[in-house]
């Protein structure tokens, strides 16, 4: 019988919490369930008024996997489904989460969670840029670390300030709070900065996904900042081996960084960091922080 839980007074079904989710290190889906909650402040502070992307691996990151933007079937009805434009002639609906019992039933369904750089209010003006740092083999996150920086410094100059957290899998994304802009203006701006640090950091960097060109290489991802384009959410378990974690990191830690396995956090790093950091990536929400393009 599948266990009835009442969180916040809502009653869930939460189904198969003793099977092992990344066998690896032998992580159930329990441990899943209350990992999520430990993280559920920060992380429906990122999640709060954005539609939400899954990407769904119910078997592990050895099984199957699989996207999905609509609602999945049996969407309680309490949880908010908002409608969102898909191309210039669609529309459809995706689920946005606003409270502990829906972050819960959601991770019920073994998730990473991606969104936007937009709020389900102003569809395609975004409140935040990305910048996805990539390494190709043999380069790690010690190379991306290096052109953080570069970057952190470039923003700087055009009166925008960085924040950074890792991706969960081998990289680093740079998140810029802004002013409400449309998503074409930030990705046209995006791009240039990509094309910029290439030509700046003596081949270190590409700025073009072609896999040929990628090999001891960073690639600078802009195309996360078109509006149909998702990242995944700080603090998002990722479908990887082992439970690692879209984790926010500081300056201090990229500025030291001398080994890939530094900056690998998995889920049972996170409550510590957040008793020692806070969440820092809170200056996102801070409107006095967000800069404009140039």
């Not at 003793?18 to 690896?24: N, Q, R």
């Not at 502070?45 to 999905?68: E, M, N, V, W």
């Not at 937009?118 to 990305?130: F, G, I, L, S």
Request: one cysteine or more.
């Amino acid at each position: 019988m599948t266990p009835i839980t009442e969180v916040e007074g809502r009653r869930l079904a939460l189904s198969n919490l003793e099977k092992v989710i990344y066998p690896a290190t032998g992580t159930t889906k329990g441990e899943v369930l209350h990992y999520y909650a430990l993280t559920a402040d920060p992380l429906l502070a990122h999640l709060k008024d954005r539609p939400l992307s899954f990407l769904r691996y119910p078997d592990g990151p050895d099984g199957q996997r699989f996207f999905t933007k609509n609602p999945p079937p049996g969407t309680p009805s309490w949880v908010r489904v908002a409608e969102v434009p898909r191309s210039s002639r669609e529309k459809g609906e995706q689920v946005v989460l606003a409270d502990l019992p829906g972050l819960v039933w959601a991770a019920n369904l073994v998730v990473e969670f991606h969104t936007p750089q937009w709020r389900v209010e102003e569809p395609a003006r975004a409140d935040r840029m990305v910048l996805d740092l990539d390494p190709g083999d043999p380069a790690t996150v010690v190379e991306c670390c290096e052109v953080a920086l570069w970057l952190r410094e470039r923003l700087a100059a055009d009166g925008l300030e960085a924040h950074a957290k890792t991706s969960g899998a081998k990289g680093l994304h740079l998140l810029v709070p802004l002013e409400p802009t449309p998503s074409d203006e930030v990705s046209a701006y995006a791009k240039s900065l990509a094309v910029e640090a290439e030509a700046e950091l003596g081949g270190l960097v590409v700025h073009r996904m072609a896999r040929a060109l990628r090999p001891g290489k960073v690639f600078v991802d802009h195309s996360q900042n078109a509006a149909a384009k998702t990242t995944a959410t700080p603090y998002t378990l990722r479908a990887r081996p082992e439970p690692t974690v879209s984790a926010p990191v500081t300056w201090q830690e990229i500025e030291a960084c001398g080994s890939p396995s530094e900056l690998v956090f998995r889920m049972g790093d996170i409550a510590g960091r957040l008793e020692r950091h806070g969440d820092l990536l809170a200056p996102l929400f801070d409107p006095e922080r967000a800069g404009s393009l140039p």
